[in-house]
T-cell receptor, first 110, second 115 residues
Framework: DGGITQSPKYLFRKEGQNVTLSCEQN?????MYWYRQDPGQGLRLIYY???????QKGDIAEGYSVSREKKESFPLTVTSAQKNPTAFYLC?????????FGPGTRLTVT | DAKTTQPTSMDCAEGRAANLPCNHS???????VYWYRQIHSQGPQYIIH???NNETNEMASLIITEDRKSSTLILPHATLRDTAVYYC????????????????FGKGTKLSVIP
């Protein structure tokens, strides 16, 4: 099946630890995105990548880092510098008019 | 960026048409209107998009006013599975190339389909 995979679905970490969220797609899409969603809110763009080895900051990039070494993969690292990391994280990919979203990872930091 | 305004919530009877309005009075001539929906704790699902003309697909119809300052998403026969948050979004292209655009999600409209 073609699609976007995010793992794990739920993730728990202690404060002060870095954590990496996985995002993989087999849709052969060039562009990939990371969004953050807080309860009752819309999605906010963290980082995006249009091609391999290139990525740009979105609206709320502080405390996050990404890499795009392969077309299929766009992992997101939530660093200890992110002040409020607990949130629902969504990855998406696009090749034209539509963005396709993964199922999301719910990160809880205590 | 063009911003959108949507009602916070709406109810619709099962089997009836659901009409979800959206205002985007500052939209530019080359900006598209997109609609997505998000069922609780899942990733958003693409519904439809348009520029100037009305659009229809297997999920919904999109009606855009002639001045492009507002649009309406129509679900012709709402079912309980259509209960979700519906987002109206104006697409902003930041550079040329496939996928090179940003979607800014507001809070959307929470649609509740009532049996």
């Amino acid at each position: 099946d073609g699609g976007i995979t995010q793992s794990p679905k739920y993730l728990f970490r202690k404060e002060g630890q870095n954590v990496t969220l996985s995002c993989e797609q087999n849709l052969n899409h060039d562009a990939m995105y990371w969004y953050r969603q807080d309860p009752g809110q819309g999605l906010r763009l963290i980082y995006y990548s249009q091609i391999v080895n290139d990525f740009q900051k979105g609206d709320i990039a502080e405390g996050y880092s990404v890499s795009r070494e392969k077309k299929e993969s766009f992992p997101l690292t939530v660093t200890s510098a992110q002040k409020n990391p607990t949130a629902f994280y969504l990855c998406a990919s696009a090749t034209g008019g539509e963005q396709y979203f993964g199922p999301g990872t719910r990160l809880t930091v205590t | 960026d063009a911003k959108t305004t949507q009602p916070t919530s709406m109810d619709c009877a099962e089997g009836r048409a659901a009409n979800l309005p959206c205002n985007h009075s500052t939209i530019s001539g080359n900006e598209y209107v997109y609609w997505y929906r998000q069922i609780h704790s899942q990733g958003p699902q693409y519904i439809i998009h348009g520029l100037k003309n009305n659009e229809t697909n297997e999920m919904a119809s999109l009606i855009i006013t002639e001045d492009r300052k507002s649009s309406t998403l129509i679900l012709p026969h709402a079912t309980l599975r259509d209960t979700a948050v519906y987002y109206c979004i104006v697409r902003v292209d930041y550079r040329s190339g496939a996928g090179s655009y940003q979607l800014t999600f507001g809070k959307g409209t929470k649609l509740s389909v009532i049996p």
